[in-house]
């Protein structure tokens, strides 16, 4: 998958086949792994939510699931995601209501993720310094934290490169 830096190294012409490619690789590895099952739902989801940086919301995968699984519902795509949610695969974009794919799925993580609201594209980075200081803090407060995810919405390098640096 790629690595923070080269997404911005990308041209606007950035071909995601490789990015799908290892997503489902990854998936298949880590789901024979753990003993669960990656189903053709599920699979089909992942690959949708991998085609793109982007984040992709629910009834949008929904919509581009139709036409292989006439019989998809939105409770269909819902078990899905949460089930690539669960097993580390993609991440929930909170702010966006939405879902984009997970960078290092091999591994449990907390994520800082970089949303460019020019063209939607979301960088998932492990910001280790800045989680390492939120970690004192809650050590601090005595507050038992379950997940930690940070969105910071702005504008990506690329972005600025191939536009200019306004709003």
Not at 40 to 49: A, F, N, S
Not at 114 to 133: D, H
Not at 137 to 156: L, M, R
Request: proline share 2%; aromatic share 4%; glycine share 4%.
């Amino acid at each position: 998958m790629h690595t923070s830096e080269s997404i911005h190294d990308q041209s606007v012409e950035h071909d995601h086949s490789a990015c799908v490619t290892e997503a489902i690789g990854t998936a298949e590895h880590l789901c024979v792994k753990r003993g669960v099952q990656l189903t053709p739902i599920r699979h089909q989801v992942l690959e949708l939510i991998w085609e793109s940086h982007k984040a992709v919301k629910a009834y949008e995968l929904l919509d581009r699931i139709k036409p292989l699984q006439n019989a998809a519902k939105p409770a269909t795509i819902y078990r899905a995601l949460d089930f690539l949610i669960e097993q580390g695969l993609i991440h929930r974009v909170e702010s966006l209501n939405a879902f984009v794919g997970c960078n290092c799925s091999g591994h449990q993580h907390e994520q800082l993720l970089l949303i460019c609201k020019r063209c939607n594209e979301v960088e998932e980075r492990p910001a280790t310094e800045v989680m390492q200081a939120l970690s004192l803090e809650f050590d601090q407060a005595g507050f038992i934290v379950h997940s930690k995810a940070i969105e910071i919405h702005g504008v990506c390098a690329k972005c600025v490169t191939l536009y200019g640096d306004e709003n």
